[in-house]
C-alpha cells in the first residue's frame, strides 16, 4: 500500500510559479507510475502530467505542456509539479497519484489505485 501526501500549493499571481511535491510512503515507490490531476470547482478531475516508473518518459496535457515539468526522485519518493507561467485557468486542487498498471502513463482516474489528499492551487488575475 501506497500513502501520498501533497505539499506546495498556495496562492500566486499569474505569471507566477509553485512547485508541487507528493511524498509516498512505502518502498516500492519506484514501481508506480505517478501522475499529477486537478479539479476545478464544478470540473471533473482532469489529468495534468505523468512519469513513468521505468525510464521516467513524461507526458502532459496540452493546457499545461511548456509550462509545467513533472519529475520524481525515487530516492525520496517524491515526485513533483514545477508550474511556471501560471494563469488563473490553474486555479484548482492538485492531487498525486500512483498506479501500478501497465507500461506508459495513462489519463483516466479510474486506474489510478493510490490518491493523495490534494493541495490547493489559487492564480490571481
Known amino acids: 500500500q501506497v500513502q501520498l501526501v501533497e505539499s506546495g500549493g498556495g496562492l500566486v499571481q499569474a505569471g507566477g510559479s509553485l512547485r508541487l511535491s507528493c511524498a509516498a510512503s512505502?518502498?516500492?515507490?519506484?514501481?508506480?507510475?505517478m501522475a499529477w490531476f486537478r479539479q476545478a470547482p464544478g470540473k471533473e478531475r482532469e489529468f495534468v502530467a505523468g512519469?513513468?516508473?521505468?525510464?521516467?518518459?513524461?507526458y502532459y496535457a496540452d493546457s499545461v505542456k511548456g509550462r509545467f515539468t513533472i519529475s520524481r526522485d525515487n530516492a525520496k519518493n517524491t515526485v513533483y509539479l514545477q508550474m511556471n507561467s501560471l494563469k488563473p485557468e490553474d486555479t484548482a486542487v492538485y492531487y498525486c497519484?500512483?498506479?501500478?498498471?501497465?507500461?506508459?502513463?495513462?489519463?483516466?482516474?479510474?486506474?489510478?489505485?493510490?490518491w493523495g489528499q490534494g493541495t490547493q492551487v489559487t492564480v490571481s488575475s
Open positions: 497519484a500512483a498506479n501500478q498498471l501497465g507500461y506508459t502513463v495513462l489519463r483516466t482516474t479510474t486506474v489510478y489505485d493510490y
Open positions: 512505502g518502498r516500492t515507490f519506484s514501481s508506480y507510475h
Open positions: 512519469i513513468t516508473r521505468s525510464f521516467g518518459s513524461t
